[in-house]
């Protein structure tokens, strides 16, 4: 590969990520970033079966573990390998099922309620960091039991800060992490990462009432095998892995909420009627369409390298990374994958996990995606029931990456209007 075509590679992956996901019509089937693993795409569902099916027992995989622990810290669940990592995950996903959520949708409904109509009186409105408060304000309160709106504020100041704009840099050298340079990007996030353990860790001691998920992650410090970071670093790994990703799907959200006028007056229509399978079908059409995360680097069992075709393709030292985005606009899988229709999850809801998978699979399988479908489920129906309408200042459609998620590449703004609009 030339040195103007790493370059520009480099440039589409950080700031341009749709045109690297169409280039060439699709072709593009690796990736080399100075200083990490060469990184291998597959999208295919025979594909992407195999390399599930020989995933290693950890989250994360590759050379991006290095600086993760930086922010999630070295006992995070994200990091943690074999059976640590299973144990870690089966306790924190015990406390983010669908019982967790539902108790306290009363709270997520007024926490979008108040928001929506917050940022209506404000006029026009950047509509993505909407979305990430949003995130944080029902994260806080089911993670550190806190529905008050100032503690989320000044959490969500601090999670700016790490989270965009640093690992984009990260991503595109490995040299910019050198924490223990005073004068770095490393530095910069090792310090601000102190500052939101200390934040955390004096809300925890005010508490006057912990959450369960804190008093269960305390429990599991005097375990043999872990420590006592155990509880600040899965804190901080679901809070910061929460926000963002959840964001991302809320904000695409109202994205197409605010740009599809015809399927959100059906959406309206459908609720009405009592139809709640329609808000299920937008909500799978809005993950199809933009996944959160786009690709998922695999960490593959040692020896199985060769064992069959798909995985005889990796070079010597490459991270299999399956592309959810590409598998989810694959035409043999969907009819006109580029319209965004969410009618298509009526007509068939047999999608296998190789085919439809925005929450990744196996040992991939995101913690917190009853969490993020609850939310999402309820920010639909509250736009509906409340007539709300989201009138974009730009309609155009365009990928960013930011952090690890896929945000709108164009400054989502837009004005959240109550009620009729003459000519809608």
């Known amino acids: 590969m030339s040195v103007f075509a790493r370059v520009l590679d480099n440039i589409y992956w950080r700031y341009y990520p749709y045109r690297f996901m169409y280039g060439k019509s699709g072709s593009i089937t690796h990736l080399d970033v100075d200083g990490w693993e060469k990184l291998r795409f597959f999208s295919e569902p025979d594909e992407l079966k195999e390399i599930s099916r020989n995933a290693d027992k950890v989250f994360l ?3 991006g573990n290095e600086f993760l622990q930086s922010l999630f810290g070295p006992e995070s669940v994200f990091l943690l390998d074999g059976e640590k990592h299973l ?4 306790i924190i996903s015990s406390e983010l099922t669908n019982t967790a959520v539902s108790d306290i949708q009363p709270f997520i409904d007024t926490v979008i309620q108040s928001e929506l109509c917050r940022v209506s009186d404000c006029g026009r409105t950047d509509l993505c960091s909407l979305a ?6 029902i994260m806080c309160k089911l993670l550190l039991n806190r529905q008050d709106r100032a503690v989320a504020k000044s959490l969500f100041k601090q999670l700016e800060q790490l989270t965009g704009f640093m690992a984009n840099i990260v991503s595109f050298n490995k040299r910019y992490w050198r924490a223990r340079q005073r004068i770095s990007v490393g530095s910069f996030v090792e310090r601000q990462t102190n500052k939101l353990r200390t934040t955390l860790n004096t809300l925890i001691l005010e508490s006057d009432h912990s959450s369960q998920f804190i008093k269960k992650l305390n429990s599991v410090c005097d375990h043999p095998g872990f420590g006592p970071s155990f509880l600040i670093d899965n804190l901080i790994s679901c809070m910061t892995a929460g926000y963002d990703t959840t964001g991302s799907a809320l904000a695409w959200s109202l994205f197409w909420f605010g740009r599809e006028a015809g399927e959100a007056q059906y959406l309206r229509t459908a609720v009405a009627a009592g139809d709640m399978k329609a808000i299920k ?11 959160p995360i786009d690709v998922l680097p695999r960490k593959l069992r040692s020896g199985c390298e060769h064992s069959s075709d798909v995985l005889s393709q990796l070079e010597e030292g490459a991270v299999a990374c399956p592309y959810i985005h590409r598998a989810h606009h694959r035409a043999q899988t969907y009819q006109n994958p580029e319209r965004f229709s969410p009618q298509r999850f009526a007509r068939k809801e047999g999608y296998s996990n190789n085919e439809f998978c925005p929450f990744g699979a196996g040992n991939r399988l995101c913690l917190g995606m009853n969490v993020g479908r609850v939310i999402m489920d309820r920010l639909l129906t509250i736009l509906c029931t409340d007539d709300w309408n989201v009138c974009l200042s730009n309609h155009r459609f365009r990928l960013v990456r930011r952090n690890v998620s896929i945000w709108p590449g164009y400054p989502l703004k837009g004005k959240l209007i109550r009620g009729k609009i003459s000519g809608l």
């Open 61 to 63: 995989g590759g050379a």
């Open 281 to 291: 079908y937008f909500r799978q059409e809005v993950l199809r369409y933009c996944p």
């Open 132 to 137: 990430r408060f949003i995130a944080l304000r």
């Open 87 to 90: 144990q870690a995950r089966k």
